[in-house]
């Protein structure tokens, strides 16, 4: 069971930087529509969107199995990580709740929800002592 959760522990800290890519690419794009002149919603402002919403989803399913893994190997377990992280997978999932408004400002809230859950994510990386560049 150990070489599972270790798997998993591998995997949940590898997508994290797939997560931060897609959301400072993503935010980037936001930023930068939001200051054009036509400030268009794109097919592949959606797809950075979806791309980094379901990854955010998919760490969150891993985050429950490392819990499990925890609980069954009886170690400790960073209550307070899945507590902040999950409010961040919600504030992703806000998107969808914007998809009739104007481009520009769809554009808007879209920056507002990647900074706002990329907060969040900084925050429970700093639970964690894992807030830090790769050297």
């Avoid at 399913?61 to 190997?73: E, F, P, S, W």
């Avoid at 969040?120 to 700093?126: D, R």
């Amino acid at each position: 069971m150990s070489e599972v959760a270790e798997f998993l522990k591998d995997t949940h800290s590898l997508v994290r930087w797939f997560i931060l890519t897609f959301a400072l690419v993503g935010s980037a794009r936001a930023f930068v529509s939001m200051l054009s002149v036509s400030g268009k919603f794109t097919r592949l402002d959606q797809g950075l969107s979806n791309a980094y919403r379901g990854l955010l989803s998919l760490q969150g399913v891993l985050g429950l199995l490392l819990i499990l893994a925890a609980l069954t190997l009886q170690t400790n377990v960073p209550w307070l990580h899945s507590i902040v992280m999950l409010p961040a997978i919600g504030v992703s999932h806000l998107t969808r709740r914007f998809r009739a408004r104007p481009d520009r400002t769809r554009q808007q809230y879209q920056l507002a929800i990647y900074l706002g859950s990329l907060a969040l994510v900084a925050i429970g990386l700093a639970v964690i002592n894992k807030l830090y560049l790769p050297v």
